[in-house]
């Protein structure tokens, strides 16, 4: 059990944020794509993204196109009844 606690806290802190930011950008550009988004936006956004992978992620949640996410939720079902 020590061995495995030692190895947890040896694990560099840039790795962890480096992976975290990688999971953001994949998200990021997979919401991108699934948005109703032109084609060049999806392509302009998804390049801001992967060059500028930070900044990206921002200001791509700040501005950038999401999914339609309308009549999709559990809500949608109950409106279709009536």
């Given at each position: 059990?020590?061995?495995?606690?030692?190895?947890?806290?040896?694990?560099?802190?840039?790795v962890?944020?480096?992976?975290?930011?990688?999971?953001?950008?994949?998200?990021a550009?997979?919401?991108?794509?699934?948005?109703?988004?032109?084609?060049?936006?999806?392509?302009?956004?998804?390049?801001?993204?992967?060059?500028?992978?930070?900044?990206?992620?921002?200001?791509?949640?700040?501005?950038?196109?999401?999914?339609?996410?309308?009549?999709?939720?559990?809500?949608?079902?109950?409106?279709?009844?009536?």
């Amino acid at each position: 059990m020590n061995e495995l606690l030692d190895a947890i806290t040896q694990i560099d802190t840039r790795v962890v944020l480096v992976a975290a930011l990688l999971v953001l950008d994949v998200w990021a550009i997979g919401m991108t794509l699934a948005s109703g988004a032109g084609r060049k936006e999806k392509v302009l956004w998804s390049g801001i993204v992967i060059l500028c992978p930070i900044f990206g992620c921002l200001f791509w949640f700040s501005l950038g196109p999401k999914p339609n996410l309308i009549g999709t939720g559990p809500s949608s079902e109950l409106g279709a009844a009536d």
